[in-house]
């Protein structure tokens, strides 16, 4: 089972950029599907990107395409979230998980908040 600490959240203004790591645990991590997820005050928690074991397979939410950069380095145990062009409608915790899909498994960390201003 593959644990996950999320960091390098902060604030931002929009058109700029943040980079989240993931740091996971769990001898399972270099062969599990990763994701990222994030929830938006008062709203449910929604798919973001995912990348498969070795990176070469990537999926991003519509709202994201073009726009942020899921990669992983399974030596460093770390996924990460390169986030561009930021919009205020990408405030949110943001969380990492392996996943199945689009769906997350497991239980989910203490998450990464990101904030972005107008």
């Known amino acids: 089972q593959v644990q996950a600490v999320e960091s390098g959240g902060g604030s931002a203004q929009a058109g700029g950029s943040l980079r989240l790591s993931c740091a996971a645990s769990?001898?399972?991590?270099?062969?599990?599907?990763m994701g990222w997820f994030r929830q938006a005050p008062g709203k449910a928690r929604d798919f973001v990107a995912a990348i498969n074991w070795s990176g070469s397979i990537v999926n991003y939410a519509d709202s994201v395409k073009g726009r942020f950069t899921i990669s992983r380095d399974n030596a460093k145990n770390t996924v990460y979230l390169q986030m561009n062009s930021l919009k205020p409608e990408d405030t949110a915790v943001y969380y990492c998980?392996?996943?199945?899909?689009?769906?997350?498994?497991?239980?989910w960390g203490q998450g990464t908040q990101v904030i972005v201003s107008p």
């Open positions: 769990g001898r399972t991590f270099s062969m599990s599907a």
């Open positions: 998980a392996a996943v199945s899909g689009t769906t997350a498994l497991g239980s």
